[in-house]
């Protein structure tokens, strides 16, 4: 499979290693200093885009592909007030286009159990909260992963009204906490205290591979479908 890479960060380059591992060939690696070799790629060029830039390139990538033909799976947060106009771009393109704010497999379990927690929780006597903590290079706080961690929260309890960056606080929101420290990968604690004791479950990244794999096995399963979709989809239909 013929791979664009579109940032070429330390995940780029993960993805790029898991990528070659499995067979596949990686047609260009675009990043801000050479955007304009993207250009000069034919429709037969590329058999799917993998996305993990910069919140601020995000969506005119995307954008491009889609226009393009170019069947392309995002993985880049910090962009997602366009989401709505991605969607639709895609529908009226016929294209495909996977997001998720975060593809490893284990923390997509990590979300079910989030949620299911979280109806468990419903009419008892806890506050939830969150803790994000990643690398010092991450631009976009909170994480992806904690805006979908708390909208599990939100959905599961259907208890709060939204989530707030701390410091902010405010009742009926869910707090999220975002550290940025040395190279960690990522780590996400939800948390529920009350007066007499704190339940707390824990997601922790040990290193981005987890993440690249993902990424790479939904950019395998994406050409030749027509659509918007995310790792729901992938898992429920991976043999």
Same mark, same amino acid.
């Given at each position: 499979?013929?791979?664009?890479?579109?940032?070429?960060?330390?995940?780029?380059?993960?993805?790029?290693?898991?990528?070659?591992?499995?067979?596949?060939?990686?047609? %260009?690696?675009?990043?801000?200093?050479?955007?304009?070799?993207?250009?000069?790629? $034919?429709?037969?060029?590329?058999?799917?885009?993998?996305?993990?830039?910069?919140?601020?390139?995000?969506?005119?990538?995307?954008?491009?592909?889609?226009?393009?033909?170019?069947?392309?799976?995002?993985?880049?947060?910090?962009?997602?007030?366009?989401?709505?106009?991605?969607?639709?771009?895609?529908?009226?393109?016929?294209?495909?286009?996977?997001? %998720?704010?975060?593809?490893?497999?284990?923390?997509?379990?990590?979300?079910?159990?989030?949620?299911?927690? %979280?109806?468990?929780?419903?009419?008892?006597?806890?506050?939830?909260?969150?803790?994000?903590?990643?690398?010092?290079?991450?631009?976009?706080?909170?994480?992806?992963?904690?805006? *979908?961690?708390?909208?599990?929260?939100?959905? $599961?309890?259907?208890?709060?009204?939204?989530?707030?960056?701390?410091?902010?606080?405010?009742? $009926?929101?869910?707090?999220?906490?975002?550290?940025?420290? $040395?190279?960690?990968?990522? *780590?996400?604690?939800?948390?529920?205290e009350s007066?007499?004791? *704190?339940?707390?479950?824990t997601h *922790? %990244?040990?290193?981005?591979?987890?993440?690249?794999?993902?990424?790479?096995?939904?950019?395998?399963?994406?050409?030749?479908?027509a659509g918007?979709?995310?790792?729901?989809?992938?898992?429920?239909?991976?043999?």
């Open positions: 499979m013929k791979i664009l890479l579109l940032g070429y960060g330390k995940m780029g380059k993960t993805i790029e290693k898991i990528a070659i591992e499995r067979g596949h060939t990686i047609v %260009a690696k675009i990043d801000l200093q050479n955007r304009a070799e993207m250009e000069e790629l $034919g429709r037969e060029d590329v058999d799917v885009a993998i996305e993990f830039s910069a919140p601020e390139s995000a969506f005119e990538n995307i954008t491009y592909c889609l226009k393009k033909g170019w069947p392309i799976v995002s993985g880049t947060t910090g962009w997602l007030e366009h989401r709505t106009e991605i969607e639709q771009l895609c529908l009226d393109t016929k294209g495909a286009f996977f997001y %998720a704010s975060n593809y490893s497999i284990g923390v997509n379990l990590f979300f079910r159990l989030n949620k299911q927690l %979280a109806r468990l929780m419903k009419g008892q006597a806890y506050r939830s909260s969150m803790t994000e903590i990643h690398h010092i290079h991450k631009l976009d706080a909170p994480s992806g992963t904690a805006i *979908t961690l708390a909208e599990g929260i939100m959905e $599961g309890s259907g208890e709060q009204k939204g989530w707030k960056l701390a410091p902010e606080d405010e009742e $009926g929101f869910i707090q999220i906490e975002a550290k940025r420290l $040395g190279e960690v990968p990522g *780590t996400h604690i939800v948390r529920y007066q007499v004791d *704190t339940i707390e479950i *922790t %990244a040990h290193n981005r591979d987890g993440f690249a794999l993902g990424a790479v096995v939904s950019a395998e399963w994406l050409p030749g479908k918007v979709f995310g790792m729901n989809d992938l898992l429920e239909n991976l043999d």
